[in-house]
Nanobody, 125 residues
Framework: VQVADSGGDSVQAGGSLRLSCTAS????????VSWWRKGSGKERERVGS???????NYVDAVKGRFSISRDNDKSILHLQMNDLKPEETGMYYC????????????????????WGQGTQGTVAI
């Protein structure tokens, strides 16, 4: 599998962004796919995941505002982010992890996955 991120942009606080993760040689039933964020001076953190059954899960801070979906052709996944906050500025990455290394719908370890190059999302005050 290979993944590539896109869709980053600059928006005002309260605005929305839709990021995309294009996956090649990807079988949805074989991988969990996660979105991560790396802010300046911060640790990389998981935002949400789509597991191999199609179920999604999110960290508490984004529940109700962020959603992960997959196009009908199943090779493009999206992270829809609404009501964005300035502290959510950062480089966003998607990763695909073989299901053997996923538990509870997300990766056991971020080192197990295949990563995109990242796309920058900036939320201005």
């Amino acid at each position: 599998v290979q993944v590539a991120d896109s869709g980053g942009d600059s928006v005002q606080a309260g605005g929305s962004l839709r990021l995309s993760c294009t996956a090649s040689r990807y079988r949805p039933d074989m991988y969990c796919v996660s979105w991560w964020r790396k802010g300046s001076g911060k640790e990389r953190e998981r935002v949400g995941s789509l597991d191999s059954t199609g179920a999604t899960n999110y960290v508490d801070a984004v529940k109700g505002r962020f959603s992960i979906s997959r196009d009908n052709d199943k090779s493009i996944l999206h992270l829809q982010m609404n009501d964005l906050k300035p502290e959510e500025t950062g480089m966003y990455y998607c990763d695909a992890t073989y299901r053997q290394y996923c538990r509870g719908g997300y990766p056991l370890d971020s080192d197990f996955g295949v990563w995109g190059q990242g796309t920058q999302g900036t939320v201005a005050i």
